[in-house]
């Protein structure tokens, strides 16, 4: 069932990338790292709302991405399809593999603006997008950490899970992690600094994928039942709620008396829930709907010439389990 409903996601996605807007209509394109993330539908909302808003405006936002977030190569082709095609006008790019879609623009030397949205391309690449327009994911990993030094003030053994391996966003937020425990910058791996020790295995990495970010914390909880903390730096585990749910019970006395500590990327409804039911001790959420609703009009900014900031960032909520009611911007 999961490879017929991926390859129902994947011919959606050509089919509307043959197709992506009425033919009076310029395309302003976001490209998201895959279809199967709960997280990118909600950047898909927003770019959907500024369709309703500016409608026979002579732009349409279009929405796409490759059916599988773990398909990097398939993101990158996307991008390279749209850039053929002569209704885009400009393309926002939340990169799944930064060095390689940077490679991509390197090539094609893309003369519509291109920005980036939620992920970033590496520093050493900035030069080839316009914009950034996301979360300040190293700010993300700092909160990750002031929450866990609240929690656990002697520091302790932990863990981070991370996305995949080339995700410029999500390793800033391991850096901004790593950084503020250790009380230095620069810090590749916590080995007591401040009382924090990164755990034989760990960082593990998803790959994207639910399924496997929940057999990995299964398999460091059962390997390390002395474990202090966990970090999600990303939401993965918990887009999948049943699944989250019976590893989380599996230790939910420990995390009752904050013997382990769970903190984790993104306030989704299910990830609130989870919150709530003391299955995680703080979320830091991004904004993605405002992401994908702010899009649309920074390329139409960029098309016409004018001034836009290398950088705009979307803000963060904090969420504990005492103010997972009022912690999420309206």
Same mark, same amino acid.
């Given at each position: @069932?999961?490879?017929?409903?991926?390859?129902?996601?994947?011919?959606?996605?050509?089919?509307?990338?043959?197709?992506?807007?009425?033919?009076?209509?310029?395309?302003?394109?976001?490209?998201?790292?895959?279809?199967?993330?709960?997280?990118?539908?909600?950047?898909?909302?927003?770019?959907?709302? %500024?369709?309703?808003?500016?409608?026979?405006?002579?732009?349409?936002?279009?929405?796409?991405?490759?059916?599988?977030?773990?398909?990097?190569?398939?993101?990158?082709?996307?991008?390279?399809?749209?850039?053929?095609?002569?209704?885009?006008a400009a393309i926002a790019i939340s990169p799944s593999n930064a060095p390689l879609m940077a490679k991509l623009l390197r090539e094609r030397k893309p003369t519509i603006p291109i920005m980036t949205i939620?992920?970033?391309?590496?520093?050493?690449?900035?030069?080839?997008?316009?914009?950034?327009?996301?979360?300040?994911?190293?700010?993300?990993?700092?909160?990750?950490?002031?929450?866990?030094?609240?929690?656990?003030?002697?520091?302790?053994?932990?863990?981070?899970?991370?996305?995949?391996?080339?995700?410029?966003?999500?390793?800033?937020?391991?850096?901004?992690?790593?950084?503020?425990?250790?009380?230095?910058?620069?810090?590749?791996?916590?080995?007591?600094?401040?009382? %924090?020790?990164?755990?034989?295995?760990?960082?593990?990495?998803?790959?994207?994928?639910?399924?496997?970010?929940?057999?990995? @914390?299964?398999?460091?909880?059962?390997?390390?039942?002395?474990?202090?903390?966990?970090?999600?730096?990303?939401?993965?585990?918990?887009?999948?709620?049943?699944?989250?749910?019976?590893?989380?019970?599996?230790?939910?006395?420990?995390?009752?008396?904050?013997?382990?500590?769970?903190?984790?990327?993104?306030?989704?409804?299910?990830?609130?829930?989870?919150?709530?039911?003391?299955?995680?001790?703080?979320?830091?959420?991004?904004?993605?709907?405002? @992401?994908?609703?702010?899009?649309?009009?920074? @390329?139409?900014?960029?098309?016409?010439?004018?001034?836009?900031?290398?950088?705009?960032?979307?803000?963060?909520?904090?969420?504990?389990?005492?103010?997972?009611?009022?912690?999420?911007?309206?």
């Amino acid at each position: @069932m999961r490879k017929l409903s991926l390859g129902l996601l994947a011919a959606a996605a050509l089919g509307l990338l043959a197709s992506p807007a009425p033919a009076a209509d310029k395309v302003l394109a976001i490209v998201v790292k895959g279809l199967d993330n709960p997280f990118f539908e909600q950047i898909h909302l927003g770019c959907e709302k %500024w369709n309703a808003e500016n409608a026979g405006k002579g732009y349409t936002c279009f929405y796409t991405g490759p059916a599988s977030s773990a398909d990097e190569a398939g993101e990158v082709q996307i991008v390279d399809d749209l850039l053929n095609k002569p209704d885009i006008a400009a393309i926002a790019i939340s990169p799944s593999n930064a060095p390689l879609m940077a490679k991509l623009l390197r090539e094609r030397k893309p003369t519509i603006p291109i920005m980036t949205i939620d992920a970033d391309l590496g520093k050493e690449d900035a030069a080839l997008r316009k914009t950034y327009l996301g979360t300040d994911n190293y700010l993300m990993g700092v909160k990750f950490a002031e929450h866990l030094q609240k929690l656990k003030a002697k520091g302790g053994t932990i863990c981070l899970q991370l996305g995949n391996v080339a995700a410029d966003n999500i390793n800033a937020r391991a850096a901004g992690t790593r950084d503020t425990l250790s009380g230095a910058k620069g810090t590749e791996r916590l080995t007591g600094q401040n009382g %924090w020790t990164e755990i034989a295995g760990c960082p593990v990495f998803t790959n994207d994928q639910a399924d496997l970010a929940n057999q990995q @914390m299964a398999d460091t909880f059962t390997a390390n039942p002395d474990l202090d903390a966990f970090v999600l730096e990303g939401g993965w585990a918990q887009f999948a709620p049943q699944a989250y749910s019976q590893v989380a019970t599996q230790v939910k006395d420990k995390m009752a008396s904050k013997k382990l500590v769970i903190v984790a990327g993104d306030t989704l409804p299910p990830q609130m829930e989870a919150l709530k039911s003391g299955y995680s001790h703080v979320q830091v959420g991004q904004r993605p709907f405002e @992401m994908g609703y702010r899009a649309p009009a920074v @390329m139409l900014d960029l098309i016409a010439g004018k001034a836009v900031e290398p950088v705009i960032y979307t803000g963060l909520d904090e969420c504990t389990q005492e103010t997972a009611a009022t912690c999420i911007a309206k």
